[in-house]
Protein backbone atom coordinates (compact mmCIF):
# COMPACT_ATOMS: atom_id res chain seq x y z
CA UNK A 1 0.00 0.00 0.00
CA UNK A 2 2.71 2.30 0.46
CA UNK A 3 5.34 3.64 -2.19
CA UNK A 4 9.13 2.36 -1.59
CA UNK A 5 9.97 5.86 -0.36
CA UNK A 6 7.61 5.70 2.08
CA UNK A 7 8.59 2.65 3.18
CA UNK A 8 12.55 3.95 3.22
CA UNK A 9 11.25 7.02 5.08
CA UNK A 10 9.84 5.07 7.41
CA UNK A 11 11.99 1.88 8.42
CA UNK A 12 14.95 4.45 8.13
CA UNK A 13 13.09 7.75 9.71
CA UNK A 14 15.98 11.03 8.98
CA UNK A 15 16.59 13.35 11.68
CA UNK A 16 14.69 11.48 14.38
CA UNK A 17 15.11 13.26 17.67
CA UNK A 18 14.97 16.37 19.61
CA UNK A 19 17.14 19.63 19.63
CA UNK A 20 17.68 21.20 22.88
CA UNK A 21 16.98 25.06 23.30
CA UNK A 22 15.78 24.82 19.80
CA UNK A 23 14.77 28.13 18.38
CA UNK A 24 11.09 26.84 17.44
CA UNK A 25 9.20 23.78 18.50
CA UNK A 26 5.83 22.94 16.97
CA UNK A 27 3.22 19.83 17.85
CA UNK A 28 0.43 19.62 15.77
CA UNK A 29 -2.59 16.94 16.12
CA UNK A 30 -3.79 15.04 18.77
CA UNK A 31 -4.27 11.60 20.32
CA UNK A 32 -7.45 10.89 19.22
CA UNK A 33 -6.65 10.93 15.64
CA UNK A 34 -3.74 8.72 15.98
CA UNK A 35 -1.39 11.01 14.67
CA UNK A 36 0.96 13.50 16.76
CA UNK A 37 3.96 15.05 15.00
CA UNK A 38 6.96 17.34 16.84
CA UNK A 39 9.24 19.22 15.06
CA UNK A 40 12.28 21.09 16.16
CA UNK A 41 14.37 24.06 14.49
CA UNK A 42 17.30 25.35 14.67
CA UNK A 43 17.65 28.45 13.08
CA UNK A 44 20.88 31.04 12.78
CA UNK A 45 20.90 34.39 12.31
CA UNK A 46 20.71 34.89 9.21
CA UNK A 47 17.37 32.74 9.13
CA UNK A 48 18.52 29.49 7.86
CA UNK A 49 17.59 26.64 9.30
CA UNK A 50 20.58 24.91 10.18
CA UNK A 51 19.52 21.78 11.96
CA UNK A 52 15.82 19.79 12.37
CA UNK A 53 14.47 16.72 14.34
CA UNK A 54 11.33 15.13 14.41
CA UNK A 55 9.27 12.76 16.64
CA UNK A 56 5.95 11.15 15.60
CA UNK A 57 3.36 8.91 17.11
CA UNK A 58 1.58 7.84 14.47
CA UNK A 59 1.70 5.35 11.07
CA UNK A 60 3.82 4.63 8.76
CA UNK A 61 2.96 7.52 6.61
CA UNK A 62 2.84 9.72 10.00
CA UNK A 63 6.32 8.80 10.28
CA UNK A 64 7.33 8.82 6.78
CA UNK A 65 5.73 12.43 6.03
CA UNK A 66 8.01 14.03 9.12
CA UNK A 67 11.15 12.27 8.13
CA UNK A 68 10.10 13.39 4.42
CA UNK A 69 9.07 17.07 5.62
CA UNK A 70 12.51 17.53 7.95
CA UNK A 71 14.63 16.59 4.62
CA UNK A 72 12.71 18.95 2.61
CA UNK A 73 13.30 22.07 4.86
CA UNK A 74 16.77 21.79 6.08
CA UNK A 75 19.29 24.15 5.08
CA UNK A 76 16.64 26.46 3.39
CA UNK A 77 15.59 29.77 4.58
CA UNK A 78 12.21 30.40 7.03
CA UNK A 79 10.59 31.63 3.65
CA UNK A 80 11.51 28.76 1.37
CA UNK A 81 10.71 26.49 4.70
CA UNK A 82 6.87 27.75 4.64
CA UNK A 83 6.79 26.75 0.47
CA UNK A 84 7.03 23.29 1.77
CA UNK A 85 3.84 22.45 0.97
CA UNK A 86 1.69 18.98 1.83
CA UNK A 87 1.99 18.13 -1.95
CA UNK A 88 5.66 19.14 -2.14
CA UNK A 89 5.93 16.03 0.72
CA UNK A 90 3.94 13.63 -1.00
CA UNK A 91 5.43 14.19 -4.31
CA UNK A 92 9.19 13.77 -2.97
CA UNK A 93 7.26 10.24 -1.20
CA UNK A 94 5.78 8.96 -4.49
CA UNK A 95 2.51 9.79 -3.01
CA UNK A 96 0.39 8.50 -0.23
CA UNK A 97 -2.65 6.14 -0.07
CA UNK A 98 -5.49 8.13 -0.30
CA UNK A 99 -6.58 8.10 3.29
CA UNK A 100 -2.84 9.05 4.19
CA UNK A 101 -2.79 12.34 2.84
CA UNK A 102 -3.93 14.04 5.99
CA UNK A 103 -0.38 12.77 7.51
CA UNK A 104 1.28 14.60 5.19
CA UNK A 105 -1.07 17.74 5.87
CA UNK A 106 0.26 17.36 9.28
CA UNK A 107 3.52 17.38 8.16
CA UNK A 108 2.85 21.11 6.76
CA UNK A 109 1.58 22.16 9.46
CA UNK A 110 3.98 20.90 11.80
CA UNK A 111 6.07 22.87 9.99
CA UNK A 112 4.35 25.75 10.21
CA UNK A 113 4.06 25.61 14.12
CA UNK A 114 7.51 25.42 14.78
CA UNK A 115 8.48 28.41 12.50
CA UNK A 116 5.53 30.13 14.37
CA UNK A 117 7.03 29.14 17.73
CA UNK A 118 9.94 30.79 16.13
CA UNK A 119 8.58 34.03 15.17
CA UNK A 120 7.11 34.39 18.64
CA UNK A 121 10.39 33.95 20.35
CA UNK A 122 12.21 36.30 18.18
CA UNK A 123 9.44 38.85 18.17
CA UNK A 124 9.42 38.92 14.50
CA UNK A 125 6.74 38.28 12.17
CA UNK A 126 7.13 35.99 9.53
CA UNK A 127 5.39 37.10 5.29
CA UNK A 128 2.90 34.78 4.93
CA UNK A 129 2.74 32.48 8.10
CA UNK A 130 -0.32 32.62 9.99
CA UNK A 131 -1.02 30.98 13.88
CA UNK A 132 -1.26 27.88 13.01
CA UNK A 133 -4.39 25.59 14.31
CA UNK A 134 -3.83 23.76 17.39
CA UNK A 135 -4.65 20.39 16.43
CA UNK A 136 -6.18 19.28 12.41
CA UNK A 137 -9.50 18.20 12.27
CA UNK A 138 -10.38 14.73 12.23
CA UNK A 139 -11.29 13.66 8.16
CA UNK A 140 -14.72 12.94 7.92
CA UNK A 141 -15.72 9.73 5.77
CA UNK A 142 -18.20 8.37 4.35
CA UNK A 143 -19.01 4.78 5.55
CA UNK A 144 -19.68 2.06 3.31
CA UNK A 145 -21.52 -0.84 3.77
CA UNK B 1 13.50 -15.01 5.74
CA UNK B 2 11.39 -17.05 8.63
CA UNK B 3 7.58 -16.79 8.65
CA UNK B 4 5.47 -16.70 11.56
CA UNK B 5 2.18 -16.06 10.98
CA UNK B 6 0.05 -15.12 13.97
CA UNK B 7 -3.42 -13.92 12.25
CA UNK B 8 -5.65 -17.26 12.20
CA UNK B 9 -8.48 -15.14 13.45
CA UNK B 10 -8.53 -13.10 10.11
CA UNK B 11 -8.01 -17.05 8.17
CA UNK B 12 -5.86 -19.94 8.75
CA UNK B 13 -4.18 -22.06 6.00
CA UNK B 14 -6.23 -25.15 4.59
CA UNK B 15 -5.61 -28.27 6.10
CA UNK B 16 -4.28 -30.67 4.28
CA UNK B 17 -6.69 -33.48 5.03
CA UNK B 18 -9.19 -30.67 4.43
CA UNK B 19 -7.76 -30.12 1.11
CA UNK B 20 -7.29 -33.64 -0.23
CA UNK B 21 -10.56 -34.22 0.40
CA UNK B 22 -11.78 -30.91 -1.57
CA UNK B 23 -10.02 -31.76 -4.80
CA UNK B 24 -12.20 -34.49 -6.44
CA UNK B 25 -15.00 -32.00 -6.29
CA UNK B 26 -13.63 -29.85 -8.93
CA UNK B 27 -12.97 -32.18 -11.74
CA UNK B 28 -13.85 -35.80 -10.51
CA UNK B 29 -17.44 -35.41 -8.73
CA UNK B 30 -18.25 -32.01 -10.45
CA UNK B 31 -22.04 -32.87 -11.00
CA UNK B 32 -24.40 -30.11 -9.41
CA UNK B 33 -25.42 -32.03 -5.95
CA UNK B 34 -28.99 -30.70 -6.19
CA UNK B 35 -29.23 -32.74 -9.62
CA UNK B 36 -31.14 -36.25 -10.06
CA UNK B 37 -29.26 -38.67 -12.10
CA UNK B 38 -26.67 -41.03 -10.59
CA UNK B 39 -23.87 -38.94 -11.56
CA UNK B 40 -24.44 -36.28 -8.73
CA UNK B 41 -25.32 -38.93 -6.09
CA UNK B 42 -21.61 -38.88 -4.78
CA UNK B 43 -21.74 -34.97 -4.81
CA UNK B 44 -25.12 -34.93 -2.60
CA UNK B 45 -24.27 -37.62 -0.44
CA UNK B 46 -20.75 -35.60 0.26
CA UNK B 47 -22.80 -32.38 0.93
CA UNK B 48 -25.05 -34.46 3.49
CA UNK B 49 -22.10 -35.96 4.96
CA UNK B 50 -20.66 -32.28 5.68
CA UNK B 51 -23.70 -31.12 6.97
CA UNK B 52 -23.84 -34.11 9.39
CA UNK B 53 -20.33 -33.02 10.79
CA UNK B 54 -20.98 -29.44 10.94
CA UNK B 55 -23.83 -30.38 13.40
CA UNK B 56 -22.41 -32.68 15.67
CA UNK B 57 -19.72 -30.26 16.16
CA UNK B 58 -22.35 -27.93 17.87
CA UNK B 59 -24.67 -30.68 18.63
CA UNK B 60 -27.19 -29.56 16.33
CA UNK B 61 -29.78 -32.22 13.77
CA UNK B 62 -27.92 -32.01 10.32
CA UNK B 63 -31.17 -30.66 9.30
CA UNK B 64 -30.69 -27.55 11.29
CA UNK B 65 -27.67 -26.74 9.09
CA UNK B 66 -27.94 -24.21 6.58
CA UNK B 67 -24.38 -23.76 4.24
CA UNK B 68 -23.63 -20.04 3.21
CA UNK B 69 -21.00 -18.12 1.57
CA UNK B 70 -19.45 -16.75 4.95
CA UNK B 71 -20.13 -15.81 8.27
CA UNK B 72 -20.86 -12.35 7.11
CA UNK B 73 -23.59 -13.71 5.31
CA UNK B 74 -25.12 -15.96 7.85
CA UNK B 75 -25.32 -12.73 10.30
CA UNK B 76 -27.14 -10.81 7.27
CA UNK B 77 -29.22 -13.14 7.58
CA UNK B 78 -30.15 -14.53 10.88
CA UNK B 79 -30.78 -10.62 11.96
CA UNK B 80 -32.66 -9.03 8.61
CA UNK B 81 -34.68 -12.19 8.38
CA UNK B 82 -35.79 -12.82 12.04
CA UNK B 83 -36.31 -8.93 11.98
CA UNK B 84 -38.44 -9.53 9.39
CA UNK B 85 -40.12 -12.74 10.94
CA UNK B 86 -41.04 -11.34 14.13
CA UNK B 87 -41.90 -7.90 13.73
CA UNK B 88 -45.49 -8.39 14.30
CA UNK B 89 -44.56 -8.55 17.62
CA UNK B 90 -42.19 -5.61 17.87
CA UNK B 91 -38.94 -4.10 16.78
CA UNK B 92 -36.83 -4.56 19.73
CA UNK B 93 -33.16 -6.15 18.94
CA UNK B 94 -30.69 -6.87 21.84
CA UNK B 95 -26.94 -6.72 21.05
CA UNK B 96 -23.61 -5.95 22.31
CA UNK B 97 -20.62 -3.01 21.33
CA UNK B 98 -18.45 -5.45 20.51
CA UNK B 99 -19.90 -8.07 18.25
CA UNK B 100 -18.25 -7.91 14.37
CA UNK B 101 -19.41 -5.50 12.14
CA UNK B 102 -21.37 -8.00 9.91
CA UNK B 103 -23.57 -7.62 12.73
CA UNK B 104 -22.92 -4.39 14.06
CA UNK B 105 -23.37 -2.52 10.54
CA UNK B 106 -26.91 -4.98 9.65
CA UNK B 107 -28.23 -3.15 13.21
CA UNK B 108 -27.53 0.17 12.07
CA UNK B 109 -29.53 -1.02 8.39
CA UNK B 110 -32.26 -2.24 10.25
CA UNK B 111 -32.71 0.83 12.91
CA UNK B 112 -33.23 2.77 9.52
CA UNK B 113 -35.55 0.28 8.49
CA UNK B 114 -37.73 1.18 11.85
CA UNK B 115 -36.04 -1.06 14.55
CA UNK B 116 -34.75 -0.04 17.62
CA UNK B 117 -31.37 -1.40 18.92
CA UNK B 118 -29.95 -1.54 22.22
CA UNK B 119 -26.35 -2.33 22.48
CA UNK B 120 -25.38 -3.70 25.91
CA UNK B 121 -22.01 -2.11 27.02
CA UNK B 122 -19.09 -4.24 28.19
CA UNK B 123 -17.10 -4.32 31.21
CA UNK B 124 -13.12 -3.46 31.14
CA UNK B 125 -12.51 -7.51 30.13
CA UNK B 126 -15.37 -7.08 27.44
CA UNK B 127 -18.14 -9.27 28.75
CA UNK B 128 -21.80 -8.06 28.95
CA UNK B 129 -23.21 -8.16 31.77
CA UNK B 130 -26.45 -10.68 32.51
CA UNK B 131 -28.40 -7.81 34.58
CA UNK B 132 -27.95 -5.09 32.21
CA UNK B 133 -29.65 -7.92 29.38
CA UNK B 134 -32.29 -8.26 31.57
CA UNK B 135 -33.14 -4.73 32.35
CA UNK B 136 -32.69 -4.33 28.29
CA UNK B 137 -35.53 -6.39 27.91
CA UNK B 138 -39.05 -5.45 27.25
CA UNK B 139 -42.22 -6.79 25.47
CA UNK B 140 -41.38 -5.88 22.26
CA UNK B 141 -37.79 -7.21 22.35
CA UNK B 142 -37.38 -9.82 19.55
CA UNK B 143 -34.04 -11.10 19.36
CA UNK B 144 -30.99 -11.34 21.23
CA UNK B 145 -27.77 -11.29 19.15
CA UNK B 146 -24.47 -11.75 21.19
CA UNK B 147 -20.86 -13.47 20.46
CA UNK B 148 -19.91 -16.27 21.74
CA UNK B 149 -16.41 -14.69 21.08
CA UNK B 150 -15.10 -11.43 20.26
CA UNK B 151 -12.91 -11.72 17.53
CA UNK B 152 -10.24 -8.74 18.61
CA UNK B 153 -9.78 -9.71 22.17
CA UNK B 154 -10.97 -13.19 22.34
CA UNK B 155 -13.29 -12.52 25.28
CA UNK B 156 -15.96 -15.54 25.66
CA UNK B 157 -19.07 -14.32 26.30
CA UNK B 158 -22.03 -16.20 28.94
CA UNK B 159 -23.89 -17.66 25.85
CA UNK B 160 -25.43 -20.29 28.01
CA UNK B 161 -26.84 -17.10 30.63
CA UNK B 162 -27.96 -15.15 27.54
CA UNK B 163 -29.67 -17.95 25.76
CA UNK B 164 -31.35 -18.99 29.41
CA UNK B 165 -32.65 -15.37 29.61
CA UNK B 166 -33.76 -15.19 25.99
CA UNK B 167 -36.10 -17.98 26.14
CA UNK B 168 -37.38 -17.16 30.15
CA UNK B 169 -38.20 -13.97 28.13
CA UNK B 170 -40.07 -15.71 24.54
CA UNK B 171 -36.92 -14.20 22.92
CA UNK B 172 -35.19 -15.71 20.04
CA UNK B 173 -31.12 -15.90 20.58
CA UNK B 174 -28.81 -15.64 17.88
CA UNK B 175 -24.71 -16.07 18.45
CA UNK B 176 -21.76 -15.02 15.99
CA UNK B 177 -20.00 -18.10 16.53
CA UNK B 178 -17.06 -17.39 13.81
CA UNK B 179 -14.22 -17.02 16.25
CA UNK B 180 -15.68 -20.00 18.62
CA UNK B 181 -17.06 -22.47 16.45
CA UNK B 182 -14.23 -25.19 16.38
CA UNK B 183 -11.99 -23.87 18.88
CA UNK B 184 -14.30 -24.00 22.35
CA UNK B 185 -16.62 -26.35 22.97
CA UNK B 186 -20.37 -25.37 21.60
CA UNK B 187 -23.68 -27.16 22.28
CA UNK B 188 -26.79 -25.47 21.03
CA UNK B 189 -28.94 -27.10 23.09
CA UNK B 190 -27.26 -26.91 26.56
CA UNK B 191 -26.55 -23.25 25.60
CA UNK B 192 -30.08 -21.80 24.12
CA UNK B 193 -29.18 -21.35 21.03
CA UNK B 194 -31.68 -20.55 18.64
CA UNK B 195 -29.21 -19.68 15.75
CA UNK B 196 -25.74 -19.68 15.18
CA UNK B 197 -23.14 -18.45 12.35
CA UNK B 198 -20.31 -19.83 11.86
CA UNK B 199 -17.04 -19.75 9.08
CA UNK B 200 -15.05 -22.22 7.73
CA UNK B 201 -11.86 -20.74 7.23
CA UNK B 202 -11.57 -20.10 10.75
CA UNK B 203 -10.60 -23.44 11.37
CA UNK B 204 -8.86 -24.43 8.48
CA UNK B 205 -11.55 -25.08 5.92
CA UNK B 206 -11.76 -22.81 2.79
CA UNK B 207 -12.54 -19.36 2.22
CA UNK B 208 -16.21 -18.24 1.06
CA UNK B 209 -17.97 -21.20 3.28
CA UNK B 210 -20.34 -20.80 6.19
CA UNK B 211 -23.33 -21.60 7.81
CA UNK B 212 -26.08 -20.61 9.73
CA UNK B 213 -27.87 -22.77 12.47
CA UNK B 214 -31.11 -22.73 12.90
CA UNK B 215 -33.32 -24.63 15.42
CA UNK B 216 -36.25 -26.39 14.10
CA UNK B 217 -39.20 -24.71 14.69
CA UNK B 218 -37.91 -20.75 14.04
CA UNK B 219 -39.51 -19.58 11.29
CA UNK B 220 -37.30 -17.46 9.47
CA UNK B 221 -37.34 -17.11 5.71
CA UNK B 222 -34.97 -17.11 2.81
CA UNK B 223 -32.03 -14.37 2.35
CA UNK B 224 -31.39 -15.40 -1.41
CA UNK B 225 -34.01 -15.76 -3.35
CA UNK B 226 -33.66 -18.27 -6.33
CA UNK B 227 -33.60 -21.59 -5.69
CA UNK B 228 -34.69 -24.52 -3.65
CA UNK B 229 -31.88 -25.56 -2.59
CA UNK B 230 -31.17 -25.66 1.47
CA UNK B 231 -35.33 -27.12 1.89
CA UNK B 232 -36.26 -23.88 -0.19
CA UNK B 233 -34.62 -21.53 2.32
CA UNK B 234 -30.58 -20.62 0.68
CA UNK B 235 -30.72 -20.13 -2.87
CA UNK B 236 -27.45 -21.08 -5.31
CA UNK B 237 -25.83 -23.83 -6.56
CA UNK B 238 -24.15 -25.65 -3.66
CA UNK B 239 -20.73 -25.21 -3.32
CA UNK B 240 -19.59 -28.89 -3.43
CA UNK B 241 -15.68 -28.57 -2.78
CA UNK B 242 -16.31 -25.73 0.45
CA UNK B 243 -18.88 -27.38 2.02
CA UNK B 244 -17.21 -30.98 1.87
CA UNK B 245 -13.92 -28.58 3.36
CA UNK B 246 -16.32 -26.77 6.28
CA UNK B 247 -17.49 -30.38 7.13
CA UNK B 248 -13.61 -32.22 7.01
CA UNK B 249 -12.54 -29.17 9.15
CA UNK B 250 -15.58 -29.32 11.58
CA UNK B 251 -14.82 -33.18 12.06
CA UNK B 252 -11.33 -32.71 12.58
CA UNK B 253 -11.80 -29.36 14.55
CA UNK B 254 -13.82 -31.77 17.02
CA UNK B 255 -11.87 -34.83 17.50
CA UNK B 256 -8.35 -32.57 18.04
CA UNK B 257 -10.20 -29.53 20.09
CA UNK B 258 -9.30 -30.40 23.68
CA UNK B 259 -5.51 -31.41 22.64
CA UNK B 260 -5.44 -27.92 20.50
CA UNK B 261 -6.68 -25.85 22.83
CA UNK B 262 -4.68 -27.50 25.98
CA UNK B 263 -1.54 -26.56 23.23
CA UNK B 264 -2.83 -23.22 22.38
CA UNK B 265 -3.62 -22.10 25.61
CA UNK B 266 -0.03 -22.89 26.92
CA UNK B 267 2.04 -21.26 24.15
CA UNK B 268 -0.97 -18.27 24.40
CA UNK B 269 -0.16 -17.98 28.08
CA UNK B 270 3.46 -18.33 27.56
CA UNK B 271 2.59 -14.97 24.75
CA UNK B 272 1.27 -12.88 27.57
CA UNK B 273 3.52 -13.55 30.31
CA UNK B 274 6.32 -13.21 28.69
CA UNK B 275 4.83 -9.62 26.91
CA UNK B 276 3.47 -8.26 29.66
CA UNK B 277 6.81 -8.84 31.83
CA UNK B 278 9.30 -7.71 29.90
CA UNK B 279 7.54 -5.08 27.46
CA UNK B 280 6.78 -2.04 30.44
CA UNK B 281 3.27 -0.04 29.61
CA UNK B 282 1.78 -3.16 28.11
CA UNK B 283 -1.74 -4.17 28.56
CA UNK B 284 -3.60 -7.16 28.22
CA UNK B 285 -6.92 -6.68 26.42
CA UNK B 286 -9.79 -8.92 26.84
CA UNK B 287 -10.15 -11.20 29.61
CA UNK B 288 -7.14 -13.26 31.19
CA UNK B 289 -9.64 -16.86 32.13
CA UNK B 290 -12.33 -16.71 29.40
CA UNK B 291 -10.30 -16.20 26.60
CA UNK B 292 -10.14 -18.13 23.32
CA UNK B 293 -7.43 -20.48 23.43
CA UNK B 294 -5.38 -18.92 20.44
CA UNK B 295 -5.90 -15.17 20.90
CA UNK B 296 -3.68 -13.08 22.68
CA UNK B 297 -4.15 -8.81 22.51
CA UNK B 298 -2.24 -6.26 23.79
CA UNK B 299 -2.01 -2.37 23.79
CA UNK B 300 1.81 -1.34 23.84
CA UNK B 301 1.28 2.94 25.39
CA UNK B 302 3.11 5.86 23.45
CA UNK B 303 3.09 4.15 20.04
CA UNK B 304 0.75 3.08 16.93
CA UNK B 305 -0.30 -0.38 15.61
CA UNK B 306 0.28 0.24 12.01
CA UNK B 307 3.62 0.92 12.49
CA UNK B 308 4.09 -1.98 14.82
CA UNK B 309 2.43 -4.47 11.93
CA UNK B 310 4.67 -2.86 9.48
CA UNK B 311 8.05 -3.50 11.29
CA UNK B 312 6.65 -6.73 12.02
CA UNK B 313 5.83 -7.44 8.23
CA UNK B 314 9.51 -6.92 7.50
CA UNK B 315 10.75 -9.09 9.94
CA UNK B 316 8.39 -12.06 8.00
CA UNK B 317 5.79 -11.61 11.78
CA UNK B 318 1.95 -11.66 10.33
CA UNK B 319 -0.02 -10.40 13.13
CA UNK B 320 -3.20 -7.46 13.18
CA UNK B 321 -3.68 -4.36 15.16
CA UNK B 322 -7.42 -5.48 15.57
CA UNK B 323 -9.09 -6.98 12.89
CA UNK B 324 -8.23 -7.50 9.29
CA UNK B 325 -11.79 -6.28 8.13
CA UNK B 326 -11.09 -2.67 9.72
CA UNK B 327 -7.60 -2.03 9.01
CA UNK B 328 -8.40 0.38 5.98
CA UNK B 329 -10.38 2.47 9.30
CA UNK B 330 -8.77 5.38 10.76
CA UNK B 331 -10.04 4.51 13.28
CA UNK B 332 -9.59 2.39 16.75
CA UNK B 333 -11.11 -0.55 17.45
CA UNK B 334 -14.54 -0.05 18.59
CA UNK B 335 -14.38 -3.13 20.95
CA UNK B 336 -11.01 -1.47 22.55
CA UNK B 337 -13.11 1.53 23.21
CA UNK B 338 -15.88 -0.41 24.48
CA UNK B 339 -13.67 -1.91 26.70
CA UNK B 340 -13.03 1.59 27.84
CA UNK B 341 -9.42 2.50 26.31
CA UNK B 342 -9.08 6.07 26.02
CA UNK B 343 -8.26 6.30 22.06
CA UNK B 344 -4.26 6.94 22.09
CA UNK B 345 -4.40 4.09 24.04
CA UNK B 346 -6.61 1.78 21.75
CA UNK B 347 -4.75 2.86 18.75
CA UNK B 348 -1.44 0.93 19.95
CA UNK B 349 -2.91 -2.44 19.92
CA UNK B 350 -1.80 -5.65 18.69
CA UNK B 351 -3.46 -8.88 17.97
CA UNK B 352 -1.52 -12.18 17.66
CA UNK B 353 -3.68 -14.97 17.31
CA UNK B 354 -1.87 -18.54 17.09
CA UNK B 355 -2.78 -21.79 15.30
CA UNK B 356 -1.79 -25.59 16.20
CA UNK B 357 1.41 -24.69 13.52
CA UNK B 358 2.47 -22.02 16.15
CA UNK B 359 5.62 -23.20 18.29
CA UNK B 360 7.51 -21.76 21.17
CA UNK B 361 10.32 -20.98 19.17
CA UNK B 362 7.39 -18.71 17.15
CA UNK B 363 6.63 -17.30 19.93
CA UNK B 364 9.78 -16.41 21.63
CA UNK B 365 11.06 -15.09 18.45
CA UNK B 366 7.96 -12.41 18.24
CA UNK B 367 9.03 -11.42 21.27
CA UNK B 368 12.20 -10.85 20.83
CA UNK B 369 11.62 -9.29 17.84
CA UNK B 370 9.08 -6.99 19.28
CA UNK B 371 10.49 -5.82 22.37
CA UNK B 372 13.18 -4.17 19.72
CA UNK B 373 10.52 -2.27 17.47
CA UNK B 374 8.63 -0.88 20.12
CA UNK B 375 11.69 0.37 22.08
CA UNK B 376 12.61 1.89 18.08
CA UNK B 377 8.97 3.26 18.00
CA UNK B 378 9.17 4.83 21.69
CA UNK B 379 12.36 6.55 21.34
CA UNK B 380 10.42 8.26 17.94
CA UNK B 381 7.23 8.96 19.85
CA UNK B 382 6.46 12.42 21.44
CA UNK B 383 4.01 10.63 23.43
CA UNK B 384 6.54 8.84 25.33
CA UNK B 385 9.20 11.82 25.72
CA UNK B 386 6.63 13.97 27.69
CA UNK B 387 5.70 10.98 29.81
CA UNK B 388 9.73 10.26 30.72
CA UNK B 389 10.17 13.99 30.84
CA UNK B 390 6.85 14.28 33.36
CA UNK B 391 7.72 11.42 35.22
CA UNK B 392 11.52 12.71 35.73
CA UNK B 393 9.86 15.95 36.93
CA UNK B 394 7.43 14.66 38.92
Same mark, same amino acid.
Given at each position: ?8 ? /? *? ?28 ? #? ?11 ? /??? /? ?6 ? *? ?5 ? #? ?11 ? *? ?6 ? #? ?52 | ?21 ? !? ?33 ? $? ?19 ? !? ?61 ? $? ?138 ? @? ?26 ? $? ?15 ? @? ?67
Amino acid at each position: MYSEKVMDH /F *TNPRNVGEIENASGVGTVGNAKCGDIMRIY #LDIDDDGIIKDVK /FKT /FGCGAAVA *TSSMATE #LVKGKNVQQALEV *TNKAVMEA #LDGLPPVKVHCSLLAEEAIHAALWDYAQKKGIKIEGLEKPPQDIGEIVEEEDY | MRQIYLDNAATTCVKEEVLREI !LPYFTEDYANPSAIYSFAQKASQAVEDARRKAAEL $IGANANEIYFTAGGSESDNWA !LKAAAEAYNSKGKHIITSAIEHHAILHTCSYLEKQGYEVTYLKVDEYGKISLEELKKAVRPDT $ILISVMTANNEIGTIEPIKEIGKIAHENGILFHTDAVQAYGHIPIDVNEMNIDMLSASGHKLGGPKGTGLLYIRKGVKIRSFIHGGAQERNRRAGTLNTAGIVGLGKAAELAKAQMQSRAEYETKLRDHLISRVLSEIPY @SRLNGDPKDRLPNNANFCFRFIEGESML $IMLDRLGIYASSGSACT @SGSLDPSHVLLAIGLPHEIAYGSLRLTLSEETTLKDIDHTVDELKGIIKRLRDMSPLYADFISEKKGA
